[in-house]
Protein backbone atom coordinates (compact mmCIF):
# COMPACT_ATOMS: atom_id res chain seq x y z
CA UNK A 1 0.00 0.00 0.00
CA UNK A 2 2.82 2.46 0.93
CA UNK A 3 4.42 1.43 -2.54
CA UNK A 4 1.29 2.41 -4.66
CA UNK A 5 0.63 5.44 -2.63
CA UNK A 6 4.47 6.91 -3.24
CA UNK A 7 3.77 5.88 -7.30
CA UNK A 8 0.55 7.86 -7.23
CA UNK A 9 2.33 10.91 -5.25
CA UNK A 10 4.86 10.43 -8.22
CA UNK A 11 2.16 10.24 -10.87
CA UNK A 12 0.48 13.51 -9.79
CA UNK A 13 4.09 15.64 -8.78
CA UNK A 14 5.40 14.32 -11.69
CA UNK A 15 2.68 16.07 -13.75
CA UNK A 16 1.66 13.53 -15.50
CA UNK A 17 -2.13 13.13 -14.42
CA UNK A 18 -2.04 17.16 -15.53
CA UNK A 19 -0.32 15.78 -18.92
CA UNK A 20 -3.25 13.54 -19.15
CA UNK A 21 -5.80 15.71 -18.57
CA UNK A 22 -4.43 18.48 -21.79
CA UNK A 23 -3.91 15.35 -24.09
CA UNK A 24 -7.88 14.61 -23.14
CA UNK A 25 -9.09 17.98 -23.92
CA UNK A 26 -6.82 17.94 -27.06
CA UNK A 27 -8.42 14.87 -27.77
CA UNK A 28 -11.68 16.04 -27.53
CA UNK A 29 -11.39 19.03 -29.76
CA UNK A 30 -10.34 16.93 -32.82
CA UNK A 31 -13.14 14.46 -32.13
CA UNK A 32 -15.62 17.24 -32.07
CA UNK A 33 -14.33 18.75 -35.04
CA UNK A 34 -14.30 15.38 -36.95
CA UNK A 35 -10.45 15.39 -37.17
CA UNK A 36 -8.09 12.03 -37.03
CA UNK A 37 -6.21 11.27 -34.40
CA UNK A 38 -2.76 13.62 -34.62
CA UNK A 39 -0.39 12.14 -32.75
CA UNK A 40 2.20 14.37 -33.74
CA UNK A 41 -0.12 17.41 -31.94
CA UNK A 42 -1.11 15.28 -29.12
CA UNK A 43 2.03 13.84 -28.22
CA UNK A 44 3.32 17.35 -28.20
CA UNK A 45 0.98 18.80 -26.03
CA UNK A 46 1.38 15.77 -23.62
CA UNK A 47 4.92 16.04 -23.38
CA UNK A 48 5.05 19.76 -23.49
CA UNK A 49 2.52 19.92 -20.72
CA UNK A 50 4.95 17.43 -18.40
CA UNK A 51 8.22 19.74 -19.29
CA UNK A 52 6.27 22.95 -18.52
CA UNK A 53 4.81 22.05 -15.24
CA UNK A 54 7.42 20.77 -13.89
CA UNK A 55 9.47 23.92 -14.83
CA UNK A 56 7.22 25.86 -13.13
CA UNK A 57 6.95 24.15 -9.86
CA UNK A 58 10.15 23.13 -9.16
CA UNK A 59 12.59 25.75 -10.94
CA UNK A 60 12.93 27.19 -7.64
CA UNK A 61 13.77 24.48 -5.89
CA UNK A 62 16.44 23.22 -8.45
CA UNK A 63 17.79 27.00 -8.91
CA UNK A 64 18.44 27.18 -4.90
CA UNK A 65 18.68 23.55 -3.95
CA UNK A 66 20.09 21.79 -6.35
CA UNK A 67 22.60 19.97 -4.53
CA UNK A 68 20.37 18.50 -1.98
CA UNK A 69 17.47 17.44 -3.67
CA UNK A 70 15.22 14.74 -3.00
CA UNK A 71 15.48 11.56 -4.65
CA UNK A 72 11.42 11.94 -6.37
CA UNK A 73 12.76 15.43 -7.12
CA UNK A 74 16.03 14.25 -9.03
CA UNK A 75 13.88 11.54 -10.68
CA UNK A 76 11.00 14.35 -11.99
CA UNK A 77 14.58 16.20 -13.31
CA UNK A 78 15.12 13.38 -15.85
CA UNK A 79 11.26 12.57 -16.74
CA UNK A 80 11.64 16.53 -17.54
CA UNK A 81 13.91 16.05 -19.27
CA UNK A 82 12.98 13.22 -21.28
CA UNK A 83 10.48 15.39 -21.96
CA UNK A 84 11.48 17.94 -23.31
CA UNK A 85 13.72 15.78 -25.36
CA UNK A 86 10.01 14.07 -26.94
CA UNK A 87 8.34 17.67 -26.85
CA UNK A 88 11.06 18.74 -29.43
CA UNK A 89 10.58 15.37 -31.44
CA UNK A 90 6.84 15.85 -31.77
CA UNK A 91 7.35 19.67 -32.10
CA UNK A 92 9.89 18.85 -35.28
CA UNK A 93 6.55 17.47 -37.05
CA UNK A 94 4.07 20.30 -36.74
CA UNK A 95 3.37 22.83 -39.17
CA UNK A 96 5.20 26.37 -39.18
CA UNK A 97 2.26 28.25 -38.42
CA UNK A 98 1.77 26.24 -35.20
CA UNK A 99 4.71 27.57 -34.05
CA UNK A 100 3.10 30.73 -33.45
CA UNK A 101 0.66 29.85 -30.85
CA UNK A 102 3.36 27.55 -29.20
CA UNK A 103 5.92 30.21 -28.79
CA UNK A 104 2.82 32.37 -26.95
CA UNK A 105 2.17 29.37 -24.18
CA UNK A 106 6.01 28.93 -23.82
CA UNK A 107 6.28 32.61 -23.40
CA UNK A 108 3.71 33.24 -20.60
CA UNK A 109 4.52 29.52 -19.09
CA UNK A 110 8.20 31.17 -18.82
CA UNK A 111 7.16 34.23 -17.12
CA UNK A 112 4.43 32.54 -15.32
CA UNK A 113 7.24 31.38 -12.91
CA UNK A 114 9.90 33.86 -13.64
CA UNK A 115 10.08 37.45 -12.70
CA UNK A 116 9.93 39.67 -15.96
CA UNK A 117 13.11 41.93 -14.12
CA UNK A 118 15.51 40.94 -12.33
CA UNK A 119 15.43 43.38 -9.48
CA UNK A 120 10.93 42.94 -9.46
CA UNK A 121 9.89 39.56 -8.24
CA UNK A 122 6.43 40.05 -10.64
CA UNK A 123 5.61 37.42 -12.47
CA UNK A 124 2.67 36.79 -14.35
CA UNK A 125 1.03 34.62 -11.45
CA UNK A 126 1.76 37.36 -8.88
CA UNK A 127 -0.17 40.05 -10.69
CA UNK A 128 -3.45 40.59 -8.22
CA UNK A 129 -6.58 38.46 -10.25
CA UNK A 130 -4.57 37.09 -13.15
CA UNK A 131 -3.10 33.52 -12.43
CA UNK A 132 -6.24 31.70 -13.62
CA UNK A 133 -7.00 33.78 -16.40
CA UNK A 134 -3.18 32.95 -17.67
CA UNK A 135 -3.79 29.29 -17.16
CA UNK A 136 -6.99 28.93 -19.01
CA UNK A 137 -5.79 31.25 -21.78
CA UNK A 138 -2.59 28.60 -22.24
CA UNK A 139 -5.02 25.52 -21.92
CA UNK A 140 -7.24 26.71 -24.31
CA UNK A 141 -4.52 27.63 -26.75
CA UNK A 142 -2.73 24.30 -26.19
CA UNK A 143 -6.01 22.19 -26.67
CA UNK A 144 -7.75 24.09 -29.27
CA UNK A 145 -6.08 26.68 -31.18
CA UNK A 146 -3.05 23.86 -31.54
CA UNK A 147 -5.12 21.25 -33.23
CA UNK A 148 -7.23 23.68 -34.89
CA UNK A 149 -4.17 25.30 -36.83
CA UNK A 150 -2.19 22.09 -37.60
CA UNK A 151 -4.86 20.79 -39.19
CA UNK A 152 -5.50 23.74 -41.51
CA UNK A 153 -9.36 23.60 -39.89
CA UNK A 154 -11.26 27.21 -41.00
CA UNK A 155 -11.77 29.26 -38.06
CA UNK A 156 -15.34 28.76 -38.05
CA UNK A 157 -18.46 29.28 -35.28
CA UNK A 158 -17.91 26.26 -34.00
CA UNK A 159 -14.49 26.61 -33.57
CA UNK A 160 -14.92 30.05 -31.91
CA UNK A 161 -17.84 28.60 -29.41
CA UNK A 162 -15.34 25.36 -28.50
CA UNK A 163 -12.77 27.92 -27.38
CA UNK A 164 -15.24 30.21 -25.51
CA UNK A 165 -16.13 26.77 -23.76
CA UNK A 166 -12.62 25.20 -23.16
CA UNK A 167 -11.63 28.78 -21.47
CA UNK A 168 -14.64 28.75 -19.45
CA UNK A 169 -14.16 24.76 -18.81
CA UNK A 170 -10.60 25.93 -17.39
CA UNK A 171 -11.60 28.44 -15.16
CA UNK A 172 -13.98 26.39 -13.76
CA UNK A 173 -11.63 23.37 -12.77
CA UNK A 174 -9.08 26.11 -11.47
CA UNK A 175 -12.11 27.11 -9.03
CA UNK A 176 -11.57 23.67 -6.09
CA UNK A 177 -7.60 24.55 -6.38
CA UNK A 178 -8.30 28.41 -5.70
CA UNK A 179 -10.30 26.99 -2.69
CA UNK A 180 -8.02 24.87 -1.33
CA UNK A 181 -5.06 27.48 -1.61
CA UNK A 182 -7.67 30.44 0.00
CA UNK A 183 -5.46 29.98 3.30
CA UNK A 184 -2.08 30.14 1.61
CA UNK A 185 -2.88 32.87 -1.16
CA UNK A 186 -1.09 35.79 -0.20
CA UNK A 187 -3.94 38.75 0.56
CA UNK A 188 -2.55 40.76 -2.68
CA UNK A 189 -3.14 38.14 -5.05
CA UNK A 190 -6.85 38.80 -5.22
CA UNK A 191 -8.18 35.38 -6.17
CA UNK A 192 -11.68 35.07 -6.96
CA UNK A 193 -12.14 33.01 -3.37
CA UNK A 194 -10.65 36.03 -1.94
CA UNK A 195 -12.62 38.39 -3.99
CA UNK A 196 -16.19 36.49 -3.82
CA UNK A 197 -15.80 34.59 -0.88
CA UNK A 198 -16.01 30.02 -1.34
CA UNK A 199 -19.88 30.08 -1.54
CA UNK A 200 -19.89 33.04 -4.17
CA UNK A 201 -17.57 31.57 -6.22
CA UNK A 202 -19.10 28.71 -6.54
CA UNK A 203 -22.14 29.92 -7.47
CA UNK A 204 -20.04 31.38 -10.44
CA UNK A 205 -18.90 28.33 -11.15
CA UNK A 206 -22.60 27.02 -11.46
CA UNK A 207 -23.35 30.06 -13.58
CA UNK A 208 -20.15 29.68 -15.98
CA UNK A 209 -21.07 25.52 -16.54
CA UNK A 210 -24.98 26.96 -17.21
CA UNK A 211 -23.21 29.55 -19.73
CA UNK A 212 -20.77 26.73 -21.33
CA UNK A 213 -24.45 24.80 -21.57
CA UNK A 214 -26.23 27.51 -23.21
CA UNK A 215 -22.58 27.68 -25.80
CA UNK A 216 -23.50 24.14 -27.10
CA UNK A 217 -26.96 24.62 -28.30
CA UNK A 218 -25.69 27.90 -30.85
CA UNK A 219 -23.26 25.20 -32.59
CA UNK A 220 -24.02 24.21 -36.02
CA UNK A 221 -23.70 20.59 -35.40
CA UNK A 222 -24.94 20.42 -32.33
CA UNK A 223 -26.95 17.33 -31.34
CA UNK A 224 -28.65 14.93 -28.08
CA UNK A 225 -25.86 12.47 -27.67
CA UNK A 226 -23.15 15.41 -27.35
CA UNK A 227 -25.68 17.64 -24.95
CA UNK A 228 -25.95 14.11 -23.10
CA UNK A 229 -22.13 14.62 -22.92
CA UNK A 230 -21.64 17.92 -21.65
CA UNK A 231 -24.74 17.19 -19.32
CA UNK A 232 -22.74 14.49 -17.86
CA UNK A 233 -19.89 16.15 -17.72
CA UNK A 234 -20.31 19.65 -16.49
CA UNK A 235 -22.66 17.87 -13.53
CA UNK A 236 -19.89 15.90 -12.64
CA UNK A 237 -18.01 18.93 -12.42
CA UNK A 238 -20.72 20.85 -11.36
CA UNK A 239 -20.93 18.60 -7.68
CA UNK A 240 -16.86 18.71 -7.34
CA UNK A 241 -16.71 22.54 -7.58
CA UNK A 242 -19.90 22.52 -4.98
CA UNK A 243 -18.04 19.94 -2.71
CA UNK A 244 -15.12 21.65 -2.79
CA UNK A 245 -13.89 23.62 0.61
CA UNK A 246 -10.49 24.84 2.14
CA UNK A 247 -9.47 22.02 4.40
CA UNK A 248 -10.08 19.35 1.65
CA UNK A 249 -8.20 16.11 1.06
CA UNK A 250 -5.06 15.68 -0.52
CA UNK A 251 -6.10 14.05 -3.81
CA UNK A 252 -9.34 15.99 -4.09
CA UNK A 253 -8.44 18.59 -6.67
CA UNK A 254 -4.86 17.13 -7.74
CA UNK A 255 -6.34 13.91 -8.18
CA UNK A 256 -10.46 14.00 -8.84
CA UNK A 257 -10.60 17.45 -10.42
CA UNK A 258 -7.65 17.14 -12.66
CA UNK A 259 -8.84 13.99 -14.16
CA UNK A 260 -11.90 15.13 -14.92
CA UNK A 261 -10.94 15.69 -18.89
CA UNK A 262 -10.18 11.96 -19.26
CA UNK A 263 -13.67 11.03 -17.61
CA UNK A 264 -15.02 13.60 -20.35
CA UNK A 265 -12.61 11.94 -23.10
CA UNK A 266 -14.29 8.37 -22.26
CA UNK A 267 -17.31 10.12 -22.86
CA UNK A 268 -16.65 10.38 -26.40
CA UNK A 269 -14.92 7.59 -27.12
CA UNK A 270 -17.85 5.09 -25.56
CA UNK A 271 -20.83 7.34 -26.69
CA UNK A 272 -19.40 8.08 -30.06
Not at 41 to 55: C, E, K
Not at 139 to 156: C, Q
Not at 181 to 203: E, H, M, R, S, Y
Not at 224 to 248: A, H, P, Y
Amino acid sequence: MKMLKQLLNFYINSSIHVALAVYALTWITLLELGLHYDEAVLYFVFYASITGYNFVKYFGLVKFHHRKLANWLKLIQVLSFICFLLMCFYGYQLQGRTLLIIGICAVLTFFYAIPFFKKRAHTLRSIEGLKVFVIALVWTSATVLIPVINEEYSINKNVVLITIQRFIYVLVLMIPFEIRDLKFDNLALKTVPQKLGVKGTKILGIILLMVLLILEVLKDNWGVVNMVRLITITGITGMLVFFSKTDQSKYYSSFWVEGLPVVWLLLWLIFS
